[in-house]
């Protein structure tokens, strides 16, 4: 089945932040491919707003170089690059220059069947400030959207108070929080497999899973990027993107697709979490930081090594394991794994559900006892859903048991290219879909479980365990997991 392209309403979407990293490595391009895609026309408008002095025509120079250096090569097609670039323009501003927003205010069409989308690609404490003049200069109107991304806060406090500031203006139902993984393929899918299919609710539960892992590694280090030391894994990738991954795993059925059914049942799913608190802490925490290796071969720099001069001797965490427990009827006694870090052994993102092992076996157990189920959601690279399961090896010999996956490999199902994540989150603000995005309550619930964590952090008096780059993170993370008697899953023997 092909693609289906629904076009959207026209709109005005303002870039604040336009020429920063986000909007060239992400925004463009994706607009770009949803403009090819015939997802939207030049009845639409970018319009670029920042400090740095630029022209119209240097700002569509600066769109057609995002499209070049990150967009696919093949996707490359002149004429519609050149019809794509013309739809974008630009007005210098600064937050407190009342002439800027003289301009932006004339910039929008008043017509009010276009949609009007603002877009804070700007560090959160502008967020009340643009808002305010947004407010002010009655740019804004009641139907308007605004969008904005992490980090949301450092703490809880620190969120709310963001969230207060936006507030003043703009009503919940117009702001977007992205969490960049709402917006993946893979991600929806979860919803798709567990209630587009009859045959795993049913199993769903305490009753027939052992435990789940969450992994997300990346091969990437982290030192030379400024946020990051403020920042570190629990921040990172913890108290967003892994949340909402085990929410999506963990949730009930919500009654509709509905944004706010949906958002109900993963704000239940916080609230359930068990605090990891105080002495919690060492037992069900591990916080690690990558050392270098050098070899005749290869060479990576050490996370200290990567940092400015003033920052050495930081504690900041580039890996965390933590065992997680849902307080609820049906994940009561279920740990959920999770474990992500910079520097790691590959790049992998994926959702492991271990099942129960088969409770009687009518198998010679000479070659060992059948292995129970697993199920393995790929979210990336190599998107895909993998059921592993025991069945006979083919031929004489008596019978041998052995682990295959029942493979559904994406590449190899669908000839469409797969979305990036911001595609589809970008036209969602404009349909007006909140289903891909995050609540405040829920951002503030996950602040609220996370913020013991780092505290007792901040409290304990050993730094970081190393691990060596290139490895699967430090020992503390097997001692986790194996304690339990379980170990991480790291592909097929
Ligand atoms: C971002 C984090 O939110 O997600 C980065 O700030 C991380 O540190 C990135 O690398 C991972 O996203 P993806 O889509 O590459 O898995």
């Known amino acids: 089945m092909s693609s289906r392209i629904i076009p959207v309403q026209p709109f005005d979407y303002v870039v604040f932040g336009a020429t920063g990293d986000l909007t060239k490595r992400k925004l463009i391009p994706a607009l770009y491919h949803r403009f090819l895609d015939g997802q939207f026309d030049e009845t639409s408008r970018i319009i670029g707003v920042s400090r740095t002095k630029l022209s ?17 090569e093949e996707y490359h ?11 974008f323009s630009y007005i210098v501003n600064d937050v407190s220059n009342p002439a800027g927003w003289g301009d932006i205010k004339k910039a929008l069409r008043d017509d009010p069947k276009i949609i009007r989308a603002f877009y804070l690609a700007v560090a959160p ?16 109107r009641r139907d308007s959207r605004v969008v904005i991304e992490k980090p949301l806060g450092h703490d809880l406090a620190s969120s709310m108070e963001i969230n207060d500031g936006v507030a003043k203006i ?23 497999l567990r209630f587009a299919n009859t045959m795993f609710e049913p199993i769903w539960n305490s009753a027939h899973i052992d435990h789940v892992q969450l992994t997300v590694a990346e091969s990437v280090g982290a ?24 929410c999506l795993v963990a949730m009930e059925p919500p009654a509709s697709d509905d944004a706010d059914a949906l958002r109900d049942e993963k704000l239940k799913v916080l609230r359930s979490l068990k605090p990891i608190t105080n002495g ?12 270098g290796v050098s070899s005749e071969t290869t060479s990576v720099a050490s996370y200290q090594d990567e940092l400015p001069a003033d920052k050495k001797g930081s504690r900041t965490e580039t890996f965390v394991a933590l065992k997680v427990e849902i307080e609820n009827w049906r994940w009561a006694g279920v740990p959920f794994y999770f474990r992500t870090g910079k520097r790691m052994a590959s790049r992998v993102s994926e959702i492991c559900i271990q099942f129960k092992p088969i409770p009687h076996s009518i198998f010679d157990h000479a070659e060992g006892a059948p292995k129970a189920n697993k199920l393995i959601i790929r979210l990336q690279p190599g998107e895909g859903v993998k059921m592993m399961m025991m069945i006979k090896d083919p031929g004489p010999g008596g019978m041998r048991l052995r682990e295959v996956p029942l493979n559904l490999s994406f590449a ?4 469409e290219r797969t979305p990036e994540a911001y595609e589809r989150l970008l036209l969602d603000v404009i349909r007006g879909s909140q289903t891909l995005f995050m609540r405040r309550d829920e951002l503030e619930a996950a602040w609220k479980w996370v913020d013991p964590i780092r505290e007792a952090w901040e409290r304990a008096s050993e730094p970081p365990q190393s691990y060596v780059a290139g490895t699967w993170g430090p020992s503390g993370s097997y001692a986790l997991i194996e304690r339990d008697g379980r170990t991480w899953y790291e592909g097929e023997d």
Do not use: C, W
């Open 56 to 72: 119209d025509a240097e700002f569509q120079e600066l769109a057609r170089d995002a499209v070049t250096e990150f967009v696919e």
């Open 77 to 87: 097609h002149k004429g519609t690059v050149d019809r794509f670039v013309k739809i």
């Open 125 to 140: 404490d502008l967020f009340e400030p643009i808002a305010e003049q947004l407010s002010k200069t009655k740019v804004y």
């Open 170 to 192: 703009f009503k919940e139902d117009q702001v977007y929080r992205i969490d960049h993984y709402l917006g993946k393929e893979t991600v929806q899918n979860l919803l798709a």
């Open 223 to 246: 030192g030379t990027r400024g946020y990051y030391d403020e920042s570190g894994a629990l921040r990172d990738m913890i108290q967003n993107h892994m949340l909402q991954l085990l």
């Open 280 to 291: 919690d802490v060492a037992k069900n925490t591990v916080r690690g930081q990558y050392k």
């Open 412 to 415: 190899d199902t669908f000839t």
